[in-house]
């Protein structure tokens, strides 16, 4: 389990209201909204990894299916296994589900994000998923264009809000941004042009090859040797890789940055964002929680997984028999006929048996390490995005300023957003005014320091970055720190990525960090859920098999294997 810490500090009174707040731009086209499939172009002429065919229909034995967490790639592979008629138990260690986009709300009504989502249109996996669940509705689509707030106030854009779609649209973007000067706008373009994006408009899959063959460059060895200047990555593109990863442009991978470019300047929408209309208990996690449930999956919270129990069968294979379950100073044994640990990056490598580590598919997964990350909520009497005018920002009649995920080149946060704008269902408060949601990345020297320190360095940033909130007081603040979050997409850290299908026949993974072709994220959690979910169907057959044949193994008579009924307790 990843370590996080959760300090509110000077509490705030008040309910959580609806309100209605409207963005302050509007776009110039009608940019296409709707997750319905017929307006999404995402699975034309697209990588077939990244977009998998909805799966034929399972005719084989229905499969006990015991899962170790319930992040969104658990929840992922409970749904696709649920849907496939397989009997679900989720087993979570924490109090409240959805791994690092969960979200609990305090004592005092305040709803606290593990970190700050943005949806990207490209999440095809996470939008068929939010249909399914019958969240589709709970995504606020921003204009179609990237902001950057630099010092003092100046706004940049990456504006992809033009009449024609890819790869124009991504085209014009880069050559009309202002937020780089002229030549280095130009060599950017040079570099682009040198990229797998190009390629990626006739040849997906191929240039989705092309794309992991860079994983052992950093971005900035490969976009400096493209001819890319030292400044864009300064300006724009180190912003833009700490949302994505965060880590820098000299420490991301090239694959995990161009992964991204090539689906934006390939697909109209994959840069369109898009954000939760509250918190992601309310509308992502608890619609998806409802589904398992009335599918009749099983929540069991608080449950640790403390060991993974195996041995080996007659012939020598090894198999999980089971696994040391902890709730508190309750403890019992879970058996299953499949078992998925879908752990974030810390949490597996301790729930991992030692022994297993002689296998290099296991081994590798320990040169993965999670990157700390440090996520602050700011709440302001007043508006603080709110550049142009200071009578505005004072009032707290009307919600007002900039609707969209903002990243910044000069602060320690790499990008926010004014939550109170962005999601104001849960939280636009009536009376009071921004809700600042800001990550550190690095969040490495953010650690060791106490809360209230960490609040005055982002006050102070937040401050240097928008001068007319000055004199605005904060209200409410709250600190949650992720010792370990997302794996650290350095150079050549993507050979080691687990496959979801293991040497283990009984036992699967599941997690953004294992191998699937998008990068860590909550898309790449949703896929590899798919993709685990895939595995045991296909696996199903064998599973019962085995299930027989320990069975068979317990009572010593292997003649009456054939008897041995089709039930197994999972607790
Ligand atoms: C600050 C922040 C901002 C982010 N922003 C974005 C964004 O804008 N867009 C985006 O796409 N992605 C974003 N992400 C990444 C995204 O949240 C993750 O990639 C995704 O949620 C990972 O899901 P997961 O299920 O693989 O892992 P997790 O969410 O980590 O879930 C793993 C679960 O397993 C549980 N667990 C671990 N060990 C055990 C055990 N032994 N027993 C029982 N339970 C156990 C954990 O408690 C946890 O609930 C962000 C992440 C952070 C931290």
């Given at each position: 389990?990843?370590?996080?810490?959760?300090l509110?500090?000077?509490?705030?009174?008040g309910?959580c209201?609806v309100?209605?707040?409207?963005?302050?731009?509007?776009?110039?086209?009608?940019?296409?909204s709707?997750?319905d499939?017929?307006?999404?172009?995402?699975?034309?002429?697209?990588?077939?990894g990244?977009?998998?065919?909805?799966?034929?229909?399972?005719?084989?034995?229905k499969?006990?299916?015991?899962?170790?967490?319930?992040g969104?790639?658990g929840?992922?592979?409970?749904?696709?296994l649920?849907?496939?008629g397989?009997?679900?138990?989720?087993?979570?260690?924490?109090?409240?589900?959805?791994?690092?986009?969960g979200?609990?709300?305090?004592?005092?009504?305040?709803?606290?994000?593990?970190?700050?989502?943005?949806?990207?249109?490209c999440?095809?996996?996470?939008?068929?998923?939010?249909?399914k669940?019958?969240?589709d509705?709970?995504?606020?689509?921003?204009?179609?264009?990237?902001?950057?707030?630099?010092?003092g106030?100046?706004?940049?854009?990456?504006?992809?809000?033009f009449?024609?779609?890819?790869?124009?649209?991504?085209?014009?973007a880069?050559?009309s941004?202002?937020?780089?000067?002229?030549?280095d706008?130009?060599?950017?373009?040079?570099a682009?042009?040198?990229?797998?994006?190009?390629?990626?408009?006739?040849?997906?899959?191929?240039?989705?090859?092309?794309?992991?063959?860079?994983d052992?460059?950093?971005?900035?060895?490969?976009?400096?040797?493209?001819?890319?200047?030292?400044?864009?990555?300064?300006?724009m593109w180190?912003?833009?890789a700490?949302?994505?990863?965060?880590?820098?442009?000299?420490?991301?991978?090239?694959?995990?940055?161009?992964?991204?470019?090539?689906?934006?300047?390939?697909k109209?929408?994959?840069?369109?964002?898009?954000?939760?209309?509250?918190?992601?208990?309310?509308?992502?996690?608890?619609?998806?929680?409802?589904?398992?449930i009335?599918?009749?999956?099983?929540?069991?919270?608080?449950w640790?997984?403390?060991?993974?129990?195996?041995?080996?069968?007659?012939?020598?294979?090894?198999?999980?028999a089971?696994?040391?379950?902890?709730?508190?100073?309750?403890?019992?044994?879970?058996k299953?006929d499949?078992?998925?640990?879908?752990?974030?990056?810390?949490?597996?490598?301790?729930?991992?048996?030692?022994?297993?580590?002689e296998?290099?598919?296991?081994?590798?997964?320990?040169?993965?390490?999670?990157?700390?990350?440090?996520?602050?909520?700011?709440?302001y009497?007043?508006?603080?995005?709110?550049?142009?005018d200071?009578?505005?920002?004072?009032?707290?009649?009307?919600?007002?300023?900039?609707?969209?995920?903002?990243?910044?080149?000069?602060?320690?946060?790499?990008?926010?957003?004014?939550?109170?704008?962005?999601?104001?269902?849960d939280?636009?408060?009536?009376?009071?005014?921004?809700l600042?949601?800001?990550?550190?990345t690095?969040?490495?020297?953010?650690?060791?320091?106490?809360?209230?320190?960490?609040i005055?360095?982002?006050?102070?940033?937040?401050?240097?970055?928008?001068?007319?909130?000055?004199?605005?007081?904060?209200?409410?603040s709250?600190?949650v720190?992720?010792g370990?979050s997302?794996?650290?997409?350095?150079?050549?850290?993507d050979?080691?990525?687990?496959d979801?299908?293991?040497?283990?026949?009984?036992?699967?993974?599941?997690?953004?960090?294992?191998?699937?072709?998008?990068?860590?994220?909550?898309?790449g959690?949703?896929?590899?859920?798919r993709q685990a979910?895939?595995?045991?169907?296909?696996?199903?057959e064998?599973?019962?098999?085995?299930?027989?044949?320990?069975?068979?193994?317990?009572?010593?008579?292997?003649?009456?294997?054939?008897n041995?009924?089709?039930?197994?307790?999972?607790?």
């Amino acid at each position: 389990m990843a370590s996080w810490v959760l300090l509110p500090v000077t509490p705030v009174t008040g309910r959580c209201l609806v309100a209605p707040v409207r963005t302050q731009r509007s776009s110039s086209i009608c940019v296409r909204s709707s997750l319905d499939t017929n307006v999404s172009d995402m699975s034309v002429n697209a990588p077939k990894g990244l977009f998998p065919p909805e799966p034929e229909h399972y005719r084989g034995p229905k499969l006990k299916v015991a899962i170790i967490g319930a992040g969104l790639a658990g929840m992922s592979t409970a749904v696709e296994l649920l849907d496939q008629g397989h009997e679900v138990d989720i087993y979570e260690s924490r109090p409240f589900i959805g791994g690092k986009v969960g979200s609990f709300v305090d004592k005092r009504g305040n709803h606290i994000e593990m970190g700050l989502h943005v949806f990207f249109g490209c999440y095809s996996n996470l939008f068929r998923l939010m249909k399914k669940v019958g969240a589709d509705e709970n995504l606020l689509v921003k204009d179609h264009t990237h902001t950057f707030v630099n010092k003092g106030g100046n706004i940049g854009e990456l504006d992809f809000r033009f009449p024609i779609g890819a790869p124009i649209h991504g085209i014009l973007a880069f050559l009309s941004t202002n937020q780089i000067k002229t030549y280095d706008k130009a060599r950017n373009a040079v570099a682009l042009a040198l990229s797998p994006v190009v390629k990626a408009l006739v040849d997906p899959d191929g240039a989705l090859r092309d794309v992991r063959n860079l994983d052992s460059i950093s971005f900035s060895d490969w976009f400096l040797s493209k001819g890319g200047t030292r400044m864009s990555i300064q300006r724009m593109w180190d912003p833009v890789a700490y949302a994505l990863g965060f880590i820098d442009c000299d420490n991301i991978s090239a694959r995990c940055m161009l992964t991204i470019f090539t689906l934006f300047a390939t697909k109209t929408e994959a840069s369109l964002l898009r954000m939760l209309k509250g918190s992601p208990d309310v509308y992502l996690s608890g619609p998806i929680r409802k589904y398992i449930i009335d599918k009749g999956g099983r929540f069991h919270l608080r449950w640790g997984c403390r060991e993974i129990l195996y041995d080996q069968s007659a012939d020598g294979e090894t198999y999980v028999a089971g696994i040391a379950m902890s709730k508190a100073t309750n403890k019992k044994i879970v058996k299953a006929d499949a078992y998925v640990a879908a752990c974030d990056v810390p949490g597996i490598k301790r729930l991992l048996p030692p022994q297993w580590r002689e296998w290099d598919f296991f081994n590798n997964i320990y040169e993965l390490v999670g990157v700390p990350v440090v996520t602050v909520q700011l709440r302001y009497d007043g508006w603080v995005t709110e550049l142009q005018d200071l009578e505005r920002s004072r009032q707290l009649k009307q919600a007002l300023g900039l609707d969209n995920l903002l990243y910044t080149p000069d602060a320690d946060f790499s990008c926010f957003a004014d939550l109170a704008l962005t999601s104001p269902e849960d939280y636009y408060i009536e009376g009071q005014g921004s809700l600042l949601q800001c990550v550190l990345t690095p969040g490495d020297p953010y650690m060791p320091l106490p809360n209230e320190e960490i609040i005055a360095r982002v006050t102070k940033q937040v401050l240097a970055l928008f001068p007319s909130s000055q004199g605005l007081e904060i209200t409410w603040s709250s600190v949650v720190k992720i010792g370990q979050s997302l794996y650290r997409e350095a150079p050549g850290k993507d050979p080691f990525r687990p496959d979801q299908k293991t040497p283990v026949k009984n036992f699967f993974l599941a997690g953004s960090y294992t191998k699937q072709d998008y990068i860590d994220s909550m898309e790449g959690a949703t896929l590899s859920g798919r993709q685990a979910s895939a595995y045991i169907c296909d696996a199903g057959e064998e599973l019962v098999g085995l299930r027989k044949k320990l069975a068979a193994q317990d009572s010593g008579e292997y003649t009456k294997a054939a008897n041995t009924t089709d039930e197994l307790s999972l607790v």
